[in-house]
């Protein structure tokens, strides 16, 4: 069974302090790993999918990074507006059901000023 | 502005009543799902559509029950709920099966 352990649970940091979420998981054959953002009262937002071993994303202050265990999501110096629960979520690559996403529990982000 | 419309955002409603919560995406995808999001929970898919035609029944209680009538539309028809299903309902849709899913903003449900 596929599972998805995203740690911290709660993270607050300084505007300006760098710091990293961890999604470490267990699939089948890793088909695509999906980072996603939610703000309170909305749905979660895309942000990245890294597909194999080695592969970065950036956008804007955010970094996702991938290995075969785990993936980080590194913030660059954030901002109070990047406060958020960030979701990390796993496809498989093999079997009947390849398009389902298993998801993590998330990490609450808050950036104070 | 989300590419994935819900409504309505909340709804409250008795073990008793039916109603129905609807989705609406407007970007050309062919792929739809229903997901469930509790408090300190991961999100649990529901239901699949793809090409209008459901891959996908997640062990659902037949107390919900889903619809899709073409690829822009897709319903969550609500009958008989336990106060358990108290949730957001969340509703997303992919250009293919297996490609980064969009999400709507949800539904707020609360079952008195």
């Known amino acids: 069974e596929d599972q998805v352990t995203q740690s911290p649970e709660a993270l607050r940091l300084q505007e300006g302090e760098s710091s990293s979420l961890n999604c470490s998981y267990t699939?089948?054959?890793?088909?695509?790993l999906f980072w996603y953002r939610q703000d309170p009262g909305k749905g979660p937002e895309f942000l990245f999918t890294?597909?194999?071993a080695g592969e970065e994303k950036e956008k804007e202050r955010l970094k996702a990074t991938l290995t075969k265990k785990e993936s980080f999501l590194h913030i660059t110096a954030p901002k109070p507006e990047d406060s958020a629960t960030y979701l990390c979520?796993?496809?498989?690559?093999?079997?009947?059901?390849?398009?389902?996403?298993?998801f993590g529990k998330g990490t609450l982000l808050t950036v104070n000023p | 502005e989300t590419g994935v419309t819900q409504t309505p955002r909340h709804l409250v409603m008795g073990m008793t009543n039916k109603k129905s919560l609807k989705c609406e995406q407007h970007?050309?995808?062919?792929?739809m799902y229903w997901y469930k999001q509790s408090a300190k929970k991961p999100l649990e898919l529901m239901f699949v559509?793809?090409?209008?035609?459901?891959?996908e029944n997640n062990s659902v209680p037949s107390r919900f029950s889903p619809e899709c009538p073409n690829s822009s539309h897709l319903f969550l028809h609500l009958h008989t709920l336990q106060p358990e299903d108290s949730a957001l309902y969340l509703c997303a849709s992919s250009d293919r099966i297996n490609q980064p899913q969009h999400f709507g903003d949800g539904t707020r449900l609360s079952i008195l």
């Open positions: 890294l597909y194999s």
């Open positions: 559509y793809s090409l209008e035609e459901r891959v």
């Open positions: 699939v089948s054959g890793l088909r695509g």
């Open positions: 979520a796993v496809q498989a690559l093999s079997g009947g059901s390849n398009y389902k996403l298993t």
């Open positions: 970007l050309g995808h062919n792929a």
